[in-house]
């Protein structure tokens, strides 16, 4: 977590209202394998980060209540009554979308103000929504004495997303965020929402992130068409989702879907199993075999998901032609954002330098290195 960060939104809060804020973080994620399997009742393996968002928030007893996204210098005012989402893409529908659903669920909330930070770059694959919803319902509870539990939080958040972002999300983000451990990755499960912790400690090896600076941009509805070919597909199985289908039961449907669809709910099945499969290998200590799913797992959302980009494909080429990095995929939900790469820690530093300028060689534009540390999930800033 960043002091400066927590810092920063306290000082601008206090000069603003005058008052002592509640202080929040809220973490990013990483998933390490598992991805497009959350909204298919399926298995993920993510961990919260030490980067996310900081938030100061405090009640109010004016008629109105503000946000302040410190980041963009962007304020909103809005009145609690009769919200309703604001423009496609802006973030004021992260903050909006919480306060709606809390207030859907009759919680009944006074006015508050909110000032807020993050340092993970929106649209990086890092989840910086998730943490940032989450800060907002964590922060309310506390001032406004809900009681809410941490999973009614995160599915508070999973529904300010779907119904003010747009984007038809699964739990994986939300739960990273709030429920993360330090030095740890949580194996969830995304029917039961409920996860097992695996210490990561690779030893001689590292998790490294590369950002394409590609933004991907959820809301348009590539994510959510992908959604809806899975849906469809299980009804046509006649299962409840994706992870209760086998390789063999979707066979029975080669003449009876596209090709396309096809290959990205076969894509499903196997990520699905690829995860319990890294799970094992992590229990074994065995990095080979760990770092050929994850290379597995990018072929799969290339070719068959399609939901890669160029830049994320070459990212990961230049990944395979390094005999130290062990495994390398596209992280989130693709089209751009970040790859993560297993990889040999003495030979991070060098593999970061000659993929950089690689990338600028063949772009003309700059990637960006990330190393993170596993951290706790959201949580009061004492
Ligand atoms: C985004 C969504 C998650 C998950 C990933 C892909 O991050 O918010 O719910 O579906 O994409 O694994």
Not at 48 to 63: M, R
Not at 77 to 103: C, H, M, R
Not at 128 to 155: D, P, Q, R, W, Y
Not at 269 to 290: F, G, H, M, S, V
């Amino acid at each position: 977590m960043s002091d400066k960060l927590i810092n920063d939104v306290k000082e601008v809060f206090i000069n603003n209202y005058k008052t002592k804020p509640l202080l929040i973080f809220s973490p990013g994620r990483i998933n390490i394998i598992g991805e497009h399997t959350d909204y298919n009742d399926g298995y993920v393996f993510p961990a919260a980060v030490d980067k996310g968002i900081a938030a100061a928030i405090q009640k109010t007893d004016a008629n109105i209540s503000s946000a302040f996204a410190l980041d963009m210098d962007s304020k909103l005012e809005f009145d609690l009554d009769g919200l309703k989402p604001s423009t496609e893409g802006s973030w004021e529908n992260y903050i909006l979308g919480v306060v709606a659903e809390i207030q859907n669920q009759n919680n009944v909330i006074g006015n508050f103000n909110i000032v807020f930070k993050g340092n993970i770059p929106s649209g990086a694959g890092m989840s910086s929504s998730a943490a940032l919803e989450n800060s907002v319902v964590f922060g309310l509870n506390e001032l406004f004495n809900l009681g809410l539990t941490k999973h009614e939080m995160i599915l508070i958040s999973q529904k300010a997303e779907h119904n003010y972002v747009g984007v038809k999300c699964g739990i994986m983000d939300q739960y990273a965020s709030m429920f993360g451990i330090e030095n740890n990755a949580l194996h969830l499960d995304c029917r039961s929402i409920s996860s097992k912790p695996y210490e990561i400690n690779f030893e001689n090896h590292q998790l490294m992130l590369i950002n394409t600076n590609v933004k991907h941009s959820l809301s348009d509805s590539a994510y959510n068409d992908r959604r809806s070919v899975c849906e469809n597909i299980s009804e046509l199985l006649g299962v409840k989702a994706l992870r209760d289908a086998t390789e063999k039961n979707l066979e029975t449907l080669v003449d009876k879907v596209t090709p396309a669809n096809y290959q990205k709910a076969l894509y499903v099945i196997q990520e699905n199993k690829r995860t319990l499969d890294a799970i094992d290998a992590i229990q074994k200590n065995d990095l080979k075999a760990l770092g050929k799913l994850i290379y597995q797992s990018h072929e799969g959302l290339s070719t068959q998901y399609k939901v890669s980009c160029d830049e994320l494909d070459f990212l990961v080429a230049q990944a395979r032609n390094n005999d130290f990095v062990l495994g390398a995929r596209l992280m989130g939900g693709g089209f751009g954002g970040c790859t993560i790469n297993l990889i040999q820690k003495d030979k991070a530093k060098a593999f970061a330098k000659t993929v950089s300028l690689a990338y600028k060689t063949k772009f003309d534009k700059d990637c960006s290195v990330y190393f993170i540390k596993l951290s706790g999930g959201t949580h009061l800033v004492k």
